[in-house]
């Protein structure tokens, strides 16, 4: 996470979290750093449905139509972290991280939404193994690169991002 930290760090820009799969663990990442609290605005770490609910404004109805591993579920966590605290960046993160499959898709996978100005993006990432935490860790890797990137990619002088 220290190469998020500076590149957040040096564009003067804020990032939050809301965690389902990785139960907090980039928000943990991202606290470890001296001075964390320059770009790190907070996270929800909304690992029930009721807590997507109740704080992030997720539809029950996109719940029960999509299930709580979605892209769009990822998305009404991204907007609803968004009504919550005042960031530049938003991540949100919903899946299976193993050892049990997803029964919908019988996959481990994993949906994640970073909305970056007027910009959405959305990931997915099956994983190939049952390994808990070595999934989660992998999603950390997916999400670095994410940010890393669009920052850049936004940021940089006359190129304007359009991402689908």
Not at 19 to 48: D, P, Q, R
Not at 69 to 98: C, F, H, P, R, W
Request: proline share 1%; with cysteine.
């Amino acid at each position: 996470m220290k190469n998020i930290f500076n590149i957040l760090k040096d564009k003067n820009l804020t990032i939050s979290f809301a965690e389902s799969m990785t139960g907090g663990y980039l928000s943990s990442k991202l606290t470890k750093i001296n001075g964390a609290s320059k770009v790190f605005k907070g996270s929800i770490i909304a690992y029930s449905n009721e807590i997507k609910i109740k704080l992030l404004n997720v539809s029950k109805d996109t719940i029960e139509k999509h299930s709580v591993v979605s892209s769009q579920v990822a998305n009404e966590m991204a907007y609803g972290l968004k009504d919550v605290i005042d960031s530049d960046i938003y991540v949100a993160i919903t899946g299976n991280a193993g050892p049990t499959l997803e029964a919908n898709t019988n996959k481990l996978i994993c949906y994640i939404t970073v909305l970056y100005k007027e910009e959405v993006i959305n990931h997915i990432e099956i994983f190939n193994t049952n390994k808990r935490f070595s999934n989660i860790k992998r999603v950390e890797k997916v999400v670095k690169n994410i940010v890393y990137n669009v920052i850049l990619w936004y940021n940089h002088k006359g190129i304007e991002m359009t991402l689908s």
